[in-house]
């Protein structure tokens, strides 16, 4: 019964047709269709209301919240227009998805007729459950308010599903004491703390004309793809998003033949289907490709600010999931939902700068002399030595942990690579003297018809977590399914910090008398002096860095979650985030007790999991093997005898030793009586991981014995390259 199935959809996904493929409308067409935009408030709202919206939104001005009213009417009759017949206040909690509550815009008059109705306190404010959230502890079930405020600066939108349409307002979500309960209101905080602290220093550097300095985000969004009939097949991948079995196919990625390599057909139909939606809702995507792994597939947007890269980003996960439904498809955003094969990231493209000076963290083709660069280049050297452990625990998930350290991810030891000519320059200034930049060059391929072209002064280093790329950083550790917000904010924040720091010097220096470009040196020498250790471009994966980064350099190596998130309850991390205003010591240990409270979920989902298919799918399908076999024995003579007896004999072995792991997972999660949070993530991690992979070794390895028409899970060879 479990290879019928398993036949049928086998059957089903071959003979899939890919959906039919629209004529694609023009893209000024498409852009912002389903966005109000600055350009559609000015057409509907008068001369100074609009000026003053749109000084908030540019400037970051003070919000009158007198205008709602008139803003709100606008904002209604353009999402009726477009056939919106409900609104949403929409959030991301701390469960790196997004949340959101509809309300309908309709009014029962006294008469019994209705009317729309949408007002500028509604608009302004809503109220959702506050204690059906993860909060860690801040609000007790049955303290249950929170509040939803509108976030000027993130642009309303409507989202069309089968359903229809419905008005989306992106929004803060705090809880009836004020404390953050989401990603979004730390994000907001920590760029105006970098904006103060980036100002000051460009002040001091002699700019007087300086506007809103803002970071900027482009996150790269890899995942898989597999038919719907394989992963309904699944509940592994129905209830934990990875296989928690499966025996890797014969062939993976070892021929170096799917990155970039040609879309399938109906991949490609369906990635049509996603960037028209992206388009519609102004999210920018610039990039689609095949990854390394068969079945994998990255698409990339250009750059945003970062708050609205944020709402983005989780807008395109959920565009990705609901559009992979259409398609046949389930689009799997886990770290790592296949062994042996790499697993998916989330590259985030990170820069500073505004609109009077520009990308902050631009070198320029003379780095050497570029005073203003190197300062706030310096600033994040500093910022990621000193709170290295910081970035590796913002990006700490019990998924996340199966990819960090392996061969396809950066180490979990937090590193920085500038590239030839930066590590050149900075050496430089190590040693007090700056002289040149190592030129860039030109290729000359050597073949007429061939262009020749500039070559970059430096290559690139995939191996490195937190990596210069030009004109910004790209912190590759991110998990596939995170919210790039916790990434973000941790930057911002180490940035803003950093700055102060340089800001505090700077003024010292000058205030001695010190000539400007002799003050600049001095602080960069010192920040060379003390920080240049996390600076390193050579293979992040090989063990001879691993012992010199740990050994030598004093560099951590937070192997796991449990070894991570204990780095946000250091103190001088909560002075950080409470001196710059980012987040209060409450709001910190409530985050702490989320991530660690879902770390230990995760991995219990998956234990459980593991006891159920082991006993229920793998040891049946097994067992009846085991019985063929048997009959066989009893039925012949001769070499095939001896060859069923073997083959019996190994079988029976690998079904015991599966099932004795089987018995000691299941004792091993009766235990309960943890002094703490941290040795229950720890036990998790030592004892409750290892076991679970231990059940997984003897199946994986039954799987390789037990008749294919017997076994009764969709295989890697089936789900990874039938499409």
């Not at 289907?273 to 920018?284: A, Q, S």
């Not at 061969?407 to 000519?421: C, F, K, R």
């Not at 590759?476 to 102060?500: E, F, Y």
């Not at 979920?601 to 063929?628: F, G, H, N, Q």
Request: hydrophobic share 40%; aromatic share 8%.
């Amino acid at each position: 019964m479990s290879y019928d199935l398993r036949s049928q959809a086998i059957s089903q996904v071959i003979d899939r047709q890919p959906m039919p493929s629209k004529i694609p409308s023009r893209l000024e067409a498409l852009w912002t269709a389903d966005v109000f935009t600055l350009s559609k408030m000015q057409a509907s709202l008068p001369k100074d209301v609009f000026k003053s919206l749109k000084n908030t939104i540019q400037n970051g001005g003070k919000l009158d919240v007198s205008i709602a009213g008139i803003v709100a009417a606008a904002m209604k009759d353009w999402a009726i227009s477009k056939g919106a017949l409900y609104y949403a206040h929409v959030f991301y909690p701390l469960t790196n998805a997004t949340a959101e509550k509809h309300d309908g815009f309709i009014s029962v008059q006294s008469d019994g007729s209705v009317i729309s109705e949408f007002t500028g306190k509604v608009l302004v404010q809503g109220e959702p459950d506050g204690s059906s959230f993860p909060n860690g502890g801040l609000r007790s079930t049955f303290e249950a308010r929170g509040y939803t405020a509108w976030d000027v600066t993130s642009p309303a939108y409507v989202m069309e599903t089968d359903n229809g349409m419905t008005l989306c307002i992106p929004t803060v979500f705090i809880s009836w004491t004020g404390v953050a309960l989401d990603k979004k209101t730390p994000l907001l905080r920590s760029n105006a703390a970098m904006n103060k602290a980036a100002t000051r220093v460009l002040k001091l550097l002699g700019h007087t004309d300086i506007a809103t300095v803002n970071s900027s985000c482009g996150p790269e969004q890899e995942y898989f793809l597999v038919d719907a009939h394989f992963a309904h097949s699944r509940p592994d991948l129905l209830l934990t998003g990875r296989t928690l079995f499966g025996k890797p196919a014969a062939k993976g990625q070892q021929f170096d033949d799917h990155y970039f390599g040609a879309i399938p057909e109906r991949v490609q139909v369906f990635m049509q289907d996603v960037e028209e939606k992206m388009y519609r809702l102004g999210i920018p995507a610039k990039t689609r490709h095949n990854e390394v792994a068969p079945g994998q597939f990255e698409i990339a947007p250009f750059f945003e600010a970062a708050n609205v890269a944020s709402d983005h980003q989780q807008l395109t996960m959920t565009i990705l999931k609901c559009t992979a439904k259409k398609h046949g498809f389930v689009c799997l955003l886990h770290e790592k939902p296949f062994a042996g094969i790499n697993g998916s990231g989330k590259h985030v493209n990170w820069s500073v700068g505004n609109a009077t000076q520009g990308n902050l963290l631009d070198p320029g083709n003379t780095p050497h002399e570029n005073m203003q660069f190197l300062l706030f280049c310096g600033a994040v050297i500093r910022g990621v030595h000193k709170y290295g452990p910081l970035l590796r625990a913002v990006v700490a998930t019990a998924s996340n942990d199966h990819r960090l350290g392996a061969n396809e991810a950066p180490p979990a030891i937090i590193s920085m690579y500038l590239g030839t000519q930066l590590e050149d320059v900075f050496q430089q200034i190590a040693t007090g003297e700056i002289k040149d930049s190592i030129p860039g060059g030109m290729m000359n391929l050597g073949v007429d018809t061939l262009p020749v072209f500039p070559k970059d002064p430096g290559d690139r280093n995939r191996t490195s977590p937190f990596a210069f790329t030009g004109n910004r950083f790209e912190f590759r550790a991110v998990g596939s399914g995170q919210s790039v917000s916790g990434p973000l904010v941790a930057m911002n924040t180490i940035l803003a910090d950093s700055l102060t720091w340089v800001a505090d010097k700077l003024e010292g220096e000058l205030a001695k008398g010190t000539e400007l470009i002799t003050a600049v040196r001095t602080i960069l020498k010192e920040i060379m002096e003390k920080h240049s250790a996390v600076i390193f471009g050579g293979d992040g994966y090989c063990e001879e860095w691993h012992k010199m980064a740990v050994e030598e350099r004093g560099l951590l190596n937070l192997r796991t979650s449990a070894d991570a998130l204990p780095v946000i309850k250091e103190k001088h991390i909560e002075e950080l985030f409470d001196k710059l205003g980012v987040l209060t010591p409450v709001e910190l240990e409530s985050r702490f007790d989320v991530y660690s409270e879902q770390y230990i979920k995760t991995i219990e989902v998956e234990a459980k999991l593991v006891i159920s298919m082991a006993k229920t799918m793998i040891y049946p399908a097994a067992v009846r093997y085991l019985s063929e076999l048997s009959n066989a024995i009893a039925s012949v003579t001769g070499i095939g005898l001896s060859l069923d007896k073997e083959i019996a004999s190994k079988v029976a072995a690998l079904i015991q030793s599966m099932m004795d792991m089987v018995s000691k997972l299941s004792a091993a999660m009766d235990k309960h009586d943890f002094a703490t949070i941290e040795e229950h993530m720890q036990y998790f991690a030592q004892t409750i991981r290892p076991l679970m992979d231990k059940v997984r070794e003897y199946a994986d390895a039954l799987e390789g014995e037990v008749a294919d028409d017997l076994w009764p899970l969709p295989t890697y060879q089936e789900m990874l390259f039938i499409k």
